[in-house]
T-cell receptor, first 116, second 110 residues
Framework: DTGVSQNPRHKITKRGQNVTFRCDPISEHNRLYWYRQTLGQGPEFLTY????????KSRLLSDRFSAERPKGSFSTLEIQRTEQGDSAMYLC??????????????FGPGTRLTVL | EDQVTQSPEALRLQEGESSSLNCSYTVSGLRGLFWYRQDPGKGPEFLFTLYSAGEEKEKERLKATLTKKESFLHITAPKPEDSATYLCASWMDSSYKLIFGSGTRLLVRP
């Protein structure tokens, strides 16, 4: 299966620690997105990349959050000095740009973060 | 402010009892309306994209429709395996991000 993959699937950390998540998109997809989802809510947009360029960041993405996509393939999302409010499911999605017409985004299984 | 609202928050159906889920949007320059299914502990699974008012798409027991203000997901003769959270999301001008609603949790009882 060549769907979107995310690692780790679960992460438990103590407040104040740094964590890093990885996302591998569908191989031919050049756009990659990060979303965050809390219980009972829909996913909230964090940031997206086209190839290696980070083109948009949400106001939700505080300076403790950083995302990279160094070679336009996989991406990492790092959270520094974690807080209990960071506990959530972090979702990665990818899409294939076809001009400005289509934008079907395919999601990975997510990384569930618990901050103690 | 761009917003997507889904109703009802939760819906319980008997197997075979058809119903509809609503997604209303207030976004400027809608370019597409997406429907996803999400099972507990998993990522959203893509179902449909609708690009213009009047468009309809079908997949098995599901049918999605779009007007200028809202979208409906019609479920015909649902089965217990259709139980999930159904999310809609808007895609608007000038960005490739999706704006999601809070979802409708559907439970289909046998």
């Amino acid at each position: 299966d060549t769907g979107v993959s995310q690692n780790p699937r679960h992460k438990i950390t103590k407040r104040g620690q740094n964590v890093t998540f990885r996302c591998d998109p569908i191989s031919e997809h050049n756009r990659l997105y990060w979303y965050r989802q809390t219980l009972g809510q829909g996913p909230e947009f964090l940031t997206y990349f086209q190839n290696e360029a980070q083109l948009e960041k949400s106001r939700l993405l505080s300076d403790r959050f950083s995302a990279e996509r160094p070679k336009g393939s996989f991406s990492t999302l790092e959270i520094q000095r974690t807080e209990q409010g960071d506990s959530a499911m972090y979702l990665c999605a990818s899409s294939l740009s076809q001009g400005a017409v289509y934008n079907e985004q395919f999601f990975g299984p997510g990384t569930r973060l618990t901050v103690l | 402010e761009d917003q997507v609202t889904q109703s009802p928050e939760a819906l319980r159906l008997q197997e075979g009892e058809s119903s509809s889920l609503n997604c209303s949007y207030t976004v400027s320059g809608l370019r597409g309306l997406f429907w996803y299914r999400q099972d507990p502990g998993k990522g959203p699974e893509f179902l449909f994209t609708l690009y213009s008012a009047g468009e309809e798409k079908e997949k098995e027991r599901l049918k999605a429709t779009l007007t200028k203000k809202e979208s409906f997901l019609h479920i015909t003769a649902p089965k217990p395996e259709d139980s999930a959270t159904y999310l809609c999301a808007s895609w608007m001008d000038s960005s490739y991000k999706l704006i999601f609603g809070s979802g409708t949790r559907l439970l289909v009882r046998p």
